[in-house]
């Protein structure tokens, strides 16, 4: 009995030793990382923007132009025969009709300057505008009309650039490019019928023509990481 206590005290004063000799090792493998560390840089570049539709508002005519109020809550559109629309998009997920205003012809073009809606109608060719109709908008539920303006000009609606990205309609519908390649990283086909377009924060407010006004939202950008030494 006496060699049998002997022979487990020698084997556990064994198992000891070994711990002791791990922990004397997992230091060793400290050292040694902490003497050859890699560093791995990165740089992300835009790949993809996600577009997605957030709202469909039917409207009469034909939507052909769209400017913003200055503080972005409402939106007024050049509707051809059926004149000026102006809709409330401070929801941008739930935009409302507020009102319809005839005007004395065809328009197909709109903008807003302090508070002042000028609408008209332009011919593909000319570079001068015939005749504006006025409005007040400074409160979009009391527009009031002004009559009658000779030889306003106005801007393009189809292109606007910020942040290094370039967003237009074309033809093929919404896309956004990178300005310095014009690489496409997205797109939201519209069938042909996209006239012009206003941006707010990461929402276009597309005149969709006979589609009425429609709600685009282009996402944050996804990246992929470029391993670099």
Known sequence: MQKILIFISLLLYGVGCGTSGGKSRDTSLDALSATSE????????P???????????SLEGVALDIALSEDGEFAYIASGDAGLQVVDIRDPY??????LHDTPQYVNRVDVVDGIA???YRAQNWSDYI????FDVH???QVKNLGHYEGFQTNSHTVCEKEGLVFFVDHEGFKVVEAKNYHVIGRYDLFDTAYAFAMR???A???NGRNGLTVLQAGEASYRATLTE
């Not at 890699?38 to 570049?45: C, D, E, H, P, S």
């Not at 739930?94 to 009102?99: A, D, G, M, Q, Y």
């Open 38 to 45: 890699t560093v791995i840089k990165a740089y992300r570049t």
């Open 47 to 57: 790949e993809h923007i996600a577009i997605t539709e957030t709202a469909a508002l």
């Open 94 to 99: 739930n935009p409302e009709l507020v009102s």
């Open 118 to 120: 000028y609408v008209s």
């Open 131 to 134: 005749s504006v109709a006025a």
């Open 139 to 141: 409160n979009p539920y």
């Open 201 to 203: 924060d990461n929402f």
């Open 205 to 207: 407010f597309v005149a």
